[in-house]
């Protein structure tokens, strides 16, 4: 399988990293990217580039892009000719695939995924979805490329994919912010920055863990921890109180709503 990466920036790199420790051969894989700082590094790994995919020469069978999205119709155009008969992968935010099928003249062999930052430990999970007349070969590939950095879920409908940008794609925060939440609840009670700074991210590590290994859904999982009048059952009434969950989910909603009118904006812009 050829391989070409439109964009060499951090999530195309992980992409690559993670396809070169299953096995791909480096020289099957291309990166595009008109930065010379991108390029050098991705020569130090040991896979061919250039600035301009025109001049490459490189026949590929996957063409993935990986570039701004305000940069996607000038790569698009600068290429269109050169793929019809490549698979296309899109990481890039807001365009829908059939706004680029129409670019690319009707070319319906299109992916569209939202990965997240995670992916650049190999610890991702991504959303994925296509038209219906994919077939299952170039789901299949798609899939073996994307999973080179994480868990892979289909989406049935491309507007889940919103969703997936406010679930996943924006997730990474949402963790952040409570394990930010914690270390500053240990730093209140008077534990330094190293030993807060461990408390909070190992709790939260070891717990994703434990659930990732458990058979127990979180919630039993929760009860399991929680004595009834003990110390953790005094915290989670007191987030029950405020409405923690409810407003968490609403923040969530909000993250949705937010993926879907950037993208309506973004699609007027390119009209």
């Given at each position: 399988?050829?391989?070409?990466?439109?964009?060499?920036?951090?999530?195309a790199?992980a992409?690559?990293?993670?396809l070169?420790?299953?096995?791909?051969a480096?020289n099957?894989?291309l990166?595009?990217?008109?930065?010379?700082?991108?390029?050098?590094?991705?020569?130090?790994?040991?896979?061919?580039?250039?600035?301009?995919?025109?001049?490459?020469?490189?026949?590929?069978?996957?063409?993935?892009?990986?570039?701004?999205p305000q940069?996607?119709?000038?790569?698009?155009?600068?290429?269109?000719?050169?793929l019809?008969?490549?698979l296309?992968?899109t990481?890039v935010a807001?365009?829908?695939?059939s706004?680029?099928?129409?670019?690319l003249?009707?070319?319906?062999r299109i992916?569209?995924?939202?990965?997240?930052?995670?992916?650049?430990?190999?610890?991702g999970?991504?959303g994925l979805?296509?038209?219906?007349?994919l077939d299952?070969?170039?789901?299949?590939?798609a899939?073996?490329?994307?999973?080179?950095?994480?868990?892979c879920?289909w989406?049935d409908e491309e507007?889940?994919?919103?969703?997936?940008?406010?679930?996943?794609?924006?997730?990474p925060?949402?963790?952040?912010?409570?394990?930010e939440?914690?270390?500053k609840a240990?730093l209140?009670?008077?534990?330094?920055?190293e030993?807060?700074?461990?408390?909070a991210?190992?709790?939260?590590l070891?717990?994703?863990r434990?659930?990732?290994?458990s058979?127990?859904?979180?919630?039993?999982?929760?009860?399991?921890v929680?004595?009834k009048?003990g110390t953790?059952a005094?915290?989670?009434?007191?987030?029950?109180?405020?409405q923690?969950s409810?407003?968490?989910?609403?923040?969530?909603?909000?993250?949705?709503?937010?993926?879907?009118?950037?993208?309506a904006?973004f699609?007027?812009?390119?009209?």
């Amino acid at each position: 399988m050829k391989i070409v990466f439109l964009g060499g920036g951090n999530m195309a790199t992980a992409l690559i990293s993670g396809l070169l420790s299953k096995g791909i051969a480096a020289n099957n894989i291309l990166s595009v990217d008109i930065s010379e700082e991108a390029r050098s590094k991705l020569d130090a790994i040991g896979v061919r580039t250039a600035a301009a995919y025109e001049d490459s020469g490189f026949n590929p069978d996957v063409v993935v892009f990986a570039v701004k999205p305000q940069n996607l119709k000038i790569v698009v155009d600068s290429c269109a000719a050169l793929l019809p008969k490549s698979l296309i992968i899109t990481i890039v935010a807001g365009i829908q695939t059939s706004t680029i099928a129409e670019w690319l003249g009707g070319h319906q062999r299109i992916v569209r995924v939202m990965p997240n930052t995670p992916a650049l430990i190999k610890a991702g999970i991504s959303g994925l979805f296509a038209p219906q007349t994919l077939d299952s070969r170039d789901r299949d590939m798609a899939e073996e490329i994307i999973s080179a950095v994480g868990k892979c879920v289909w989406c049935d409908e491309e507007s889940k994919i919103d969703a997936v940008t406010a679930l996943s794609g924006s997730g990474p925060a949402y963790v952040f912010y409570f394990i930010e939440a914690l270390e500053k609840a240990a730093l209140e009670f008077g534990f330094d920055a190293e030993a807060s700074r461990a408390f909070a991210i190992e709790t939260f590590l070891g717990s994703s863990r434990l659930a990732a290994r458990s058979d127990d859904p979180p919630s039993v999982l929760r009860e399991k921890v929680t004595s009834k009048g003990g110390t953790t059952a005094a915290a989670l009434a007191s987030f029950a109180s405020d409405q923690l969950s409810e407003l968490f989910i609403k923040g969530v909603k909000a993250s949705e709503a937010r993926a879907r009118e950037l993208g309506a904006e973004f699609g007027e812009k390119l009209k």
